[in-house]
């Protein structure tokens, strides 16, 4: 079964500070994982998409890697702001699967002043 | 702002009720997407349409139905509501039906079930 694990659940840091959010995931045939932003109440928004041949992938201060071996993604924060405050979300997706995306349960991230 | 368009935000009713969401795609995207996230849970994927057709399932209730019109807005139906349907409901849509194509979300519309 699809399945995508993300860690922690939540997780608390101090503006300026960086953090680092996993995902485990078992789908397969893999074709490839986005990370998401989830403003509370509001629809998600894409941070970065990675396939297969991708192991790192940047927008700003978020930086994206992929390790398809160990089917492990990590996404990490730089100098967080309190605009950092969201969920964060793994989805993958497999190919010849019917284009269903598999997403993970996200991680929430609290940035304090 | 993503360009997708969903009304209403926001919807109140009864068990055993019936009602409609809708969404407009992105101009330009033929696929559109429907996504169920209740309290405290992640989003599952529920239908994609592509073009008027209907492209994947993945946990839509059989209470619930949807589809996509010629001017490719689509419409959620959800029928002999429950209590457990209270969730935010979200669209989204793409230029492409592949998975590797960027989904664009809307706004949500949040159904409450009383």
């Known amino acids: 079964k699809n399945q995508v694990e993300q860690s922690p659940q939540s997780l608390i840091i101090l503006e300026g500070k960086n953090c680092t959010l996993q995902c485990n995931y078992t789908v397969s045939p893999f074709s490839n994982l986005r990370w998401y932003k989830q403003d509370t109440g509001r629809g998600p928004v894409s941070l970065t998409i990675?396939?297969?041949?991708?192991n790192t992938k940047s927008n700003g201060r978020y930086t994206a890697t992929l390790d398809a071996d160990t089917k492990q993604s990590s996404l990490h924060i730089t100098a967080s702001q309190l605009s950092d405050s969201a969920s964060y979300i793994c989805?993958?997706?497999?190919?010849?699967?019917?284009?269903?995306?598999?997403f993970g349960g996200g991680t929430r991230v609290l940035v304090k002043p | 702002d993503s360009g997708v368009t969903q009304t209403p935000k926001h919807l109140i009713t009864a068990t055993g009720q019936r009602v409609t969401l809708r969404c407009s795609p992105r101009s330009g995207d033929l696929s559109v997407y429907w996504y169920q996230q209740s309290l405290d849970q992640g989003l599952q994927f529920l239908i994609q349409y592509y073009n008027g057709e209907e492209r994947a399932k993945g946990n839509i209730l059989e209470r619930f139905s949807a589809q996509q019109f010629p001017d490719l807005h689509s419409e959620l139906n959800l029928s002999s509501l429950e209590l457990g349907d209270s969730a935010l409901y979200f669209c989204?849509?793409?230029?492409?039906?592949?998975?590797?194509?960027?989904?664009?979300f809307g706004p949500g519309t949040r159904l409450t079930v009383t």
């Open positions: 989805v993958v997706s497999a190919r010849a699967a019917g284009n269903k995306l598999t």
């Open positions: 990675m396939t297969f041949s991708e």
């Open positions: 989204a849509s793409s230029v492409g039906e592949g998975s590797t194509y960027e989904q664009y």
